[in-house]
């Protein structure tokens, strides 16, 4: 993240956000208002008889290609039949992205998104049928990867070993992240050796690395009425196919409901596509990847207001599903 306070950030990106409004043809009286803080800045913008999503992107997360390989999945995944995904508005200059900056802050790339309705599952109760949701939607997008001719050069994300334990983490290193003292950090070193250990053997053939969404969350599907739309492709990238139900239980990973939400992920994702026995098996270790992948993107982004409350006993659970996880596979 910037190293600029939060605050400040925000109060440029106000002014850099309502400049560039004009980029599109968004009726006049057009106004954005602040709706999440996250990896980026995401904006509801208004106007009489409109309503769009502005996702204003972090400084030097994606290039300018990797979104545009981002908005081509996007694009495949709709023609193709395969989920419905958001459209997207192309600009004033026929782009789909576009750029803005101030004196204060350094170029932004801006998508500007179509406003979807609906509402996202209620995780407070039975989560099983979502579930089973994700699952299906997951092994859709999965197969779909496979036959699809990717625009060259295709850049994105990594979501591999290195992503998480290597020289330059993605979200930083796990070992930054709050409260990882001695004993957390114990467990957890031997947590990532043998994580090192089972994917290095597992290997990264194409039938089960490939592209993914990498944030496949009930918070990531709006339903309304008859219709499912999967939302907030911006972490998509190379990845295990199996790193999607890690994705999706992210931040509940210790919840008791985990193991009947497997189940039923299971389930809707074996009713589109066959799934290898061996594939199954490493479930648990992409769950501890993601884990600590999410432990260093706490530490990472601990001025936001999200990493903040997640922050308090996150290690601590982290390493106690960490010797759970050692020894399951001793």
Known sequence: MSAMPLDQMLGHLERLVANALRLWEIPDGGSARLINVAENCTYLVEAPEFKAVLRVHREDYH??????????WLDAL????????????????????????????????????????GQAPDE???????????????????THVQNWRKPEPFERLTWDVDA????????????????????TRAILEQVEARVRQRLAAFGKAP???????????????LVHGTNTRVIDFDDCGWGWFMY?????????????RIPDLKTAWLHGYRSVRALPPEDEAEIETFIMLRRMAL???IGSHIEAPEPQALAPGFAATTARLGQTYLDAFE
């Open 207 to 221: 039938d089960r690395y490939n592209l993914i969404h990498a944030d496949m969350r009930l918070a990531n599907l």
């Open 164 to 183: 998480v334990f290597g020289d330059a983490p993605t979200w930083g290193n796990w070992r930054d992240a709050p409260e990882v003292e001695p004993a």
């Open 295 to 297: 432990l260093a993107w």
């Open 63 to 72: 290039t300018r290609r990797a979104i545009a390989c981002e908005l081509a």
């Open 124 to 142: 407070s109760g039975d989560m099983t049928a979502g579930f089973k949701e994700l699952g299906a939607i997951a092994a859709r997008c999965h």
């Open 244 to 256: 999607d139900f890690a994705a999706a239980i992210s931040f509940i990973e210790d919840d008791p």
């Open 78 to 117: 709709s023609k193709d039949a395969v989920i419905e995904t958001p459209g997207y508005y192309l600009g004033r200059n026929g782009e789909a992205i576009q750029e803005a900056q101030t004196e204060e802050l350094a170029q932004r790339f801006l998508v500007l998104f179509h406003f979807v309705e």
